[in-house]
């Protein structure tokens, strides 16, 4: 059992609260029974696994999966968890790697500033069966605040890193719906695979995203308030579209 | 200019953080310009309202509506907030009292624990010009960090405390959907005004609720997850059956 916080073990794993750590090893962090369940479900083999001696959930779903595990202290294990009161393992994985756009429903995050809209999104897309994709200056998607806040979905959706969204956009067949405040049509099913695009919570879409689409899209609001929250707005129109 | 934090209105205003104050003074705070100008283009009329001496957009607003104000430091200010650098006026509103529930489009909020929940659904209930309804073990949507989440909605929506939800649902000619997990009719338009009841975000509706439903409604998934979050449940639903 480790039980000091200063183990070199321990500190790579706390290491990856850091983004740049996070991007340079290609790994992250996911914590918490009902999470870490969903990602063995998926198939994923964490690299290495925390837990308390008597966390006999987490000891027995290693076992049944052949997965090694690293008994630690209480205090160690808040050490490395994103939250200061952790419910069950923390865990390192592998973030996996998708790099194009499938001819699939997409929901498109351009520069979404909010970790928790972006879990939330990832959340909302994984229960309509649609792929997330998104620009550098969204909100890291595997950050460990986001995975938890998307309650296990990450496993359920492709997730890709857009580069050059224009031109990446441009090369599928994907039928382009750009999100915004007023003006569009009200969201109707489509008969094309289609990629939703939505913008910042405080600036919406570029005027270069919005041309560059095939149709926009406004969901009615009769109470006539001006907005709807971000990750609200793309459920409507993931629910509208689906 | 008030400089210091001891002052007894100061002190009188930051007792509102705590929710029995509220309770039994039936004020609340509101902060920031844009909550701040909502509220005022509603009618209401603040009981305080402080602010720096530089925030000319404050004073003038005071000054239009005939409004007293308080200057105060930096510091003070941000010893009335609820946030740690606020930005904009601190002011102080009488709770307005809605006493009974009105033929009109309703969700009905029973004992939704988390108040960034409770923010976006008085939010999107706004946007789609409904009601909403409470119970008392509802995160309290006067709360100041609830009203800053429902960015001024607070100000367009009837909001009702429900001491008896059952009775109170069954005198009103309300149709009275309840939102359900698995088993129940996607939602579909309504003729008639609609009571929308949403359960705790950990446990859903009890089968007492339920069971004094006239029907029952699920938002189909084809993704196969199995929940979505509370608010981004309740929002489709206002959505499809606004």
Redesign the interface.
Do not use: K, V
């Given at each position: 059992v480790i039980t000091s916080t200063a183990n070199s073990r321990i500190k790579s794993v706390r290491e990856l609260h850091r983004g740049k750590v996070r991007r340079l090893q290609g790994r992250t962090l996911i914590e918490g029974h009902a999470v870490f369940a969903e990602f063995l479900a998926a198939g994923f083999r964490p690299v290495t696994v925390l837990c308390e001696p008597h966390d006999t959930a987490t000891i027995d779903a290693c076992h049944r999966s052949n997965i090694g595990f690293t008994l630690v202290t209480r205090d160690v294990l808040a050490s490395a968890s994103d939250t200061r009161a952790p419910q069950g393992p923390v865990a390192v994985i592998e973030i996996p790697q998708l790099s194009r756009l499938r001819l699939h429903n997409t929901l498109v995050l351009v520069d979404i500033q909010d970790p928790g809209n972006v879990g939330?999104m990832i959340?909302?897309?994984?229960?309509?069966?649609?792929d997330v994709a998104y620009t550098a200056a969204t909100a890291e998607p595997w950050a460990p605040k986001t995975v938890r806040s998307a309650?296990g979905?990450h496993t359920?959706v492709g997730l890709i890193l857009l580069t050059d969204p224009l031109e990446e956009l441009s090369e599928t067949g994907l039928h382009i719906v750009a999100s915004v405040i007023a003006g569009g049509s009200p969201p109707s099913r489509s008969h094309d695979a289609v990629a939703l695009l939505v913008g910042s919570e405080a600036h919406g879409l570029d005027r270069e995203m919005v041309e560059r689409a095939d149709t926009t899209m406004t969901?009615p609001?009769?109470?006539?308030?001006e907005?709807?929250?971000a990750?609200?707005s793309a459920?409507?129109a993931l629910?509208?579209l689906?």
């Open positions: 939330t959340r909302t897309s994984a229960a309509f069966g649609w309650a979905s359920r969901i609001m009769p109470g006539g308030t907005s709807l929250n990750a609200i459920a409507i629910f509208a689906t």
